[in-house]
C-alpha cells in the first residue's frame, strides 16, 4: 500500500465520493448519483471554508476511500479545539484491507496538527461493524447522540 495517497478532494473527485456515500443500505436510501448538483454545491461551501477537510484515499488514479474532517474552535474544555470526523467511506473492493485504519489515523494525526483537544464522531446504531472498528482504534462510546431533521 505504498502508493496510497491521502489528499485533498478535488471535483473531479465528486462521482467517486457519492458512489462510495450510496454504497451501502443506508447510503442507498439518503443519497443521489444520478444528480450531482447539490453534491457539487457542498464541494463548493466545504473548499471555501479553511475549517473543513475533504480528502481522498487514491491509490493508482483511483479513488478508494474519503472522510470528512471538521476543525471546531470552542468555549467548553478551557477553550479546546475539537475535530469531528465523518462520512467516512471505503471502496467496497478496499474493506478489510486496512485503509479504514489509515483515513482514521490521518484524521487524528491531523487534528493533532490543527491543535484539537478531541476527536469526536458518529455512526448510525446499525453499524456494529463500524463501531467494533472505531473501539480498535482506542475511541469510546462516551456519549448518546441526537438529530432533528429539518
Not at 102 to 121: G, H, Y
Amino acid at each position: 500500500m505504498s502508493d496510497l495517497q491521502i489528499r485533498p478532494a478535488s471535483p473531479t473527485d465528486i462521482p467517486a465520493i457519492v458512489a462510495m456515500l450510496a454504497d451501502d443500505p443506508l447510503g442507498a436510501r439518503r443519497e443521489s448519483p444520478d444528480d450531482l448538483s447539490p453534491y457539487t454545491v457542498a464541494f463548493e461551501r466545504l473548499a471555501a471554508d479553511p475549517n473543513q477537510h475533504l480528502v481522498v484515499a487514491e491509490r493508482e488514479g483511483r479513488v478508494i476511500g474519503t472522510l470528512q474532517l471538521t476543525v471546531i474552535p470552542g468555549l467548553s474544555r478551557r477553550g479546546a479545539t475539537r475535530s469531528i470526523i465523518e462520512a467516512v467511506r471505503i471502496h467496497a473492493d478496499e474493506r478489510g484491507s486496512g485503509l479504514g485504519t489509515q483515513l482514521i489515523e490521518w484524521a487524528v494525526d491531523e487534528s493533532r496538527r490543527q491543535d484539537c483537544q478531541l476527536v469526536q464522531l458518529t455512526s448510525d446504531t446499525s453499524r456494529t461493524d463500524t463501531h467494533r472498528f472505531y473501539e480498535r482504534l482506542g475511541f469510546v462510546a462516551s456519549h448518546v447522540g441526537f438529530k432533528l431533521m429539518l
